[in-house]
T-cell receptor, first 111, second 117 residues
Framework: QKEVEQDPGPLSVPEGAIVSLNCTYS??????FMWYRQYSRKGPELLMY????GNKEDGRFTAQVDKSSKYISLFIRDSQPSDSATYLC???????????FGRGTSLIVHP | DADVTQTPRNRITKTGKRIMLECSQT?????MYWYRQDPGLGLRLIYY???????NKGEISDGYSVSRQAQAKFSLSLESAIPNQTALYFC????????????????FGPGTRLTVL
């Protein structure tokens, strides 16, 4: 079993939908939780990060961490076709800072 | 200009050939990484380097070698390419975590698509 599990999708939604992307993990030492976005033929770029548990909001995006359940989520409100990309979760532990990546979820937002 | 560049962007080679992928960065970061990305498998770490004199194996280093020529340059070599090394290869840089509040965010290059026939 991989340390970080992420459903690869694809997830197809209509424009304007609320999207929920999720990862589970097994390593309780993880403390920093990140979401990267990767457009086709591009390298991943950091979208958001959170430390430990709780929520963080940035515009239409909300990152949520539940350490007790070892579960993280990324919510996208009012999804747009330009949100179509692969979303990778990543996690690091204090002192290491080398991320463990999920497999990525392919999101397609159709007009 | 891009902060992290990779050359070549696409490469087709034959089984048994030696091939080198190059990465350069202008971000001034000490830490550099090589990943490969395969459909359904995500990003897997091949090698990483925390400074010019530091080289470490990652999750899948067999069949690969690296050279850190300078702070800004990190090369990946396939000594004798085989078809299952066909993949998308990414170079990345980062600052150490906890530096000015950083969580060790990684900055990726555009990738090299390698095909081994």
């Amino acid at each position: 079993q991989k340390e970080v599990e992420q459903d690869p999708g694809p997830l197809s939604v209509p424009e304007g939908a609320i999207v929920s992307l999720n990862c589970t993990y097994s390593n309780s030492a993880f403390q920093y939780f990140m979401w990267y976005r990767q457009y086709s033929r591009k390298g991943p770029e950091l979208l958001m990060y959170t430390y430990s548990s709780g929520n963080k909001e940035d515009g239409r995006f909300t990152a949520q961490v539940d350490k007790s359940s070892k579960y993280i989520s990324l919510f996208i409100r009012d999804s747009q076709p330009s949100d179509s990309a692969t979303y990778l979760c990543a996690m690091t532990s204090r002192g290491s800072y080398i991320p463990t990546f999920g497999r990525g979820t392919s999101l397609i937002v159709h007009p | 200009d891009a902060d992290v560049t990779q050359t070549p962007r696409n490469r087709i080679t034959k089984t048994g050939k030696r091939i080198m992928l190059e990465c350069s960065q202008t971000k001034g970061h000490d830490r550099m990484y090589w990943y490969r990305q395969d459909p359904g498998l995500g990003l897997r770490l091949i090698y990483y380097s925390f400074d010019v004199k530091d080289i470490n194996k990652g999750e899948i280093s067999d069949g690969y070698s690296v050279s850190r020529q300078a702070q800004a340059k990190f090369s990946l070599s396939l000594e004798s390419a085989i078809p299952n090394q066909t993949a998308l290869y990414f170079c990345a840089t980062s600052v150490p975590g906890s530096t000015s509040g950083s969580v060790g965010e990684q900055f990726f290059g555009p990738g090299t698509r390698l095909t081994v026939l």
